[in-house]
């Protein structure tokens, strides 16, 4: 892992001159081996949400479900779905307030209580008012469940950063991979186990997880921001070192960690919400913070994530054999494409797959637009049969940025102070876009059908230029480095020089230490 190409790209040629010249990969480099194991598992906790989204498409298809709802339909039907949106809007603030006072891990265990509360109201609810009760609860463990990012950004190797942050929300499509193919499984059921099977199994991946989220490493960020520069300097030492205390790479993270929030505190005494209006360069980022989660909704995405029935109703696919299997299918290529992408954002850079993405999806909405249409007149089978495919299509084009991109651009582009609030920002958008798609949808498609299509025709339109205009490329830079793509050159960042300095002194006071040692021995 030297000064390569691919490490200047990923992190900047600073940072990559002080890369440890190890030509191992890294699945044979046993401390960074353990290292994205933990990462891996914390980052499964987005597959609750994928678990829930997905379980909420199958139980529609199901008779037994639909009869303990009492068929909801419309608004209703929206309701139901938008209480975990109201859970997770409600609880991100404290989420932020979490992870900035008492570390990122701490959410993280909120968040698996709180999922595991609501998979027992909804597996044992008696009622359709307790299953909607424990839906709330499922939303607040998303909330938290948010927090992830962060951490896994903060802790993660520099070069792996980007790769394994823009990871997070892809896992989403384990989960719902999982939920999918349990409804399938459950679809012929005639008692209610057919759906309060999928609902128990919502709580599994928190139940794997929690013991590797325990043995994972803390934010060394978090850390030195709360005055334990020691343990985050032996984190960093153990994780991205392997133990060896003399390395250059420890020396210019701790470093760089340590001035930029000195510098960070010099200025800005307090951080709040109010700092994201105060200068040019936090406008810029709070503008693209709410419309990256908007328009994570709004690109149409939220028809077909929870109404797929409702949308599959439109062009004639009425079985629910068919449904759930289109369903499961469909989270297969989600998680494939995804996965494939989050692999793909330091080469190729998240701008060209933003503007990749938002024109795919707009081409593809044109031509499902023009199908389903077309079935609305005709109704031919064949018709209805080819909106299928392009269901397909418009998931590969929204995978390749909007799922990877949510979690770990936000992270980039807010400096560590802001962070948090950044970060909650971007959910509480998608949340709220989120909430009114839900009850809108429904209603929308009963009363329009397939001419619904068109308005979000127009919304991608605005999408499109929206990212091509205001958003910008941050690979090739540290965390810390970011600064300067948003505040431009007044921008609060130590210099790399500064750095550089400070890791020569570092690692010769270290060899010093060692060389006494040695000596006395």
């Not at 299953?131 to 909330?143: C, E, K, P, Q, T």
Request: proline residues 5%; glycine residues 8%.
């Amino acid at each position: 892992m030297g000064a390569t190409r691919g490490a200047t790209h990923a992190v900047g040629a600073d940072l990559a001159a002080v890369l440890p010249p190890n030509a191992k990969p890294w699945y044979k480099t046993p401390y960074l081996l353990k290292l994205n194991i933990l990462l891996f598992m914390c980052m499964l906790s987005s597959s609750t949400i994928g678990y829930d989204n997905s379980m909420m498409n199958g139980l529609q298809a199901l008779a037994p479900w639909q009869t303990f709802m009492r068929h909801p339909k419309g608004a209703y039907l929206g309701l139901i779905n938008a209480t975990q949106a109201i859970g997770g809007f409600a609880a991100f603030p404290l989420m932020s307030v979490v992870a900035q006072k008492y570390g990122r891990k701490k959410c993280l265990y909120l968040g698996f209580l709180l999922i595991t509360i609501g998979t027992a109201l909804q597996t044992g609810a008696t009622n359709r008012e307790m299953f909607i009760v424990s839906r709330v609860f499922v939303g607040l463990s998303s909330a938290f469940f948010g927090a992830v990012p962060m951490l896994v950004g903060e802790v993660a190797y520099p070069t792996h950063r980007g790769i394994i942050t823009a990871m997070f929300f892809p896992l989403y499509y384990v989960g719902s991979l999982l939920s999918a193919w349990t409804t399938f499984g459950t679809r012929n059921m005639k008692s209610d186990w057919s759906w309060r099977i999928p609902s128990i199994l919502q709580v599994g991946v928190p139940v794997v997880t929690v013991a590797f989220v325990i043995l994972a490493p803390e934010s060394p960020r978090w850390l030195v921001a709360a005055g334990r520069n020691d343990e985050a300097r032996a984190l960093l030492t153990t994780y991205h070192a392997g133990g060896d205390e003399s390395s250059p790479l420890v020396a210019f993270e701790m470093a760089e960690i340590e001035e930029t929030l000195r510098l960070e505190k010099q200025f800005k005494k307090e951080a709040s919400y109010l700092d994201m209006f105060r200068t040019k360069g936090n406008r810029h980022r709070l503008f693209i913070s709410v419309t990256l989660g908007v328009f994570a909704q709004w690109n149409g995405v939220g028809i077909i994530s929870y109404y797929l029935v409702s949308v599959l109703k439109t062009v004639g696919i009425a079985s629910p054999t068919q449904q759930t299997l289109i369903n499961g299918f469909l989270q297969l290529w989600n998680l494939i494409a995804a996965v494939t992408a989050a692999g793909l954002v330091d080469k190729l850079g998240r701008r060209f797959l933003f503007i990749t993405s938002s024109v795919g999806m707009l081409v593809c909405y044109i031509i499902m637009t023009g199908l389903a249409g077309r079935y609305a007149q005709t109704h031919h089978a064949s018709v209805g049969i080819a909106v299928v495919p392009m269901l397909f299509l418009y998931y590969g084009f929204y995978d390749i940025a909007f799922t990877p991109l949510i979690a770990a651009y936000p992270v980039e582009i807010w400096p560590y102070e802001l962070r948090s609030r950044g970060v909650v920002v971007t959910h509480a958008s998608t949340y709220a876009a989120l909430f009114f798609n839900l009850f809108t949808n429904p209603i929308a498609l009963a009363a329009l059908a397939w001419k619904y299509y068109i308005v979000y025709v127009v919304i991608l339109i605005i999408i499109s230029l929206t990212v091509f205009f205001a958003y910008p490329e941050t690979r090739g830079h540290t965390l810390e480095e970011i600064a300067v793509v948003f505040d431009g050159p007044g921008a609060h960042v130590v210099m790399p020089e500064k750095i550089l300095e400070a890791v020569e002194q570092q690692v010769m006071e270290k060899k010093t230490e060692i060389q006494i040692e040695h000596f006395r021995e």
